[in-house]
């Protein structure tokens, strides 16, 4: 059985190196492939890009001390599956319920843009992860790069499936995937997705997978 998850994987050899530059650069970095995080069994699993260099790839935790983790842990925590509404390091008391984050990519690439190739070669951990979780009947793709990479780990067409923000597709008998824009900061500031946007596909994912759970309480 695949594993979903090798700290010490080295099969990106540009990832790989860019790592280690990292680690030289800022020693107190993580600077390592970034695990998924959340509950074991999620009902909803959300998939991102790959880790930020000074977010993920610093704290050892997806979207934590990241721009683009300020919308998504604020709006999982007022729909109640976080805890709290903000996440600065991989010891901070913040959990999730009902929930899990991983990426297509787990580790930082250059300019946060992952090689065709890399993401196929990352693509292993992410078909085990969803092959692992039974539990799982929504899975939210953050960007069109998660999108695709969820369809390639499930061996499914891209053009049978097409990417939309808000869009929702029929997976098998028990899971459906939900697209957003990813919630980057260029995406948040131009506006290209706001709060309420994000909190609507968030909030249809609870919906699907049977979660009643309209606040943090």
């Not at 790989?16 to 530059?21: D, K, R």
């Not at 704290?59 to 999982?76: M, S």
Request: hydrophobic content about 40%.
């Amino acid at each position: 059985m695949t594993e979903i998850y090798d700290a010490d994987c080295t099969r990106c050899p540009r990832l790989a190196a860019f790592l280690a530059e990292t680690h030289r650069r800022y020693p107190e970095y993580w600077s390592r492939p970034v695990a998924p995080f959340g509950v074991k069994n999620p009902r909803i699993l959300i998939v991102g890009l790959a880790p930020g260099l000074h977010g993920a790839n610093r704290t050892g935790r997806p979207f934590t001390g990241d721009f683009a983790g300020i919308l998504l842990y604020e709006t999982l925590h007022e729909l109640g599956l976080a805890t709290a509404a903000t996440s600065v390091s991989a010891d901070d008391p913040l959990r999730l319920r009902h929930a899990r984050i991983s990426n297509a990519v787990k580790c930082v690439p250059p300019q946060n843009k992952p090689l065709p190739d890399e993401i196929r070669r990352c693509n292993r951990y992410l078909q085990a992860e969803l092959e692992q979780l039974k539990s799982t009947r929504v899975v939210v793709a953050l960007g069109r790069i998660a999108h695709e990479a969820t369809l390639m780990a499930l061996d499914l067409k891209r053009s049978a499936f097409p990417f939309g923000h808000g869009a929702e597709h029929r997976l098998d008998d028990r899971r459906t995937l939900i697209d957003s824009y990813h919630c980057s900061r260029y995406n948040t500031q131009t506006r290209r997705l706001t709060a309420a946007m994000f909190r609507q596909v968030i909030g249809r994912a609870c919906t699907l997978a049977k979660l009643h759970m309209r606040s943090s309480a």
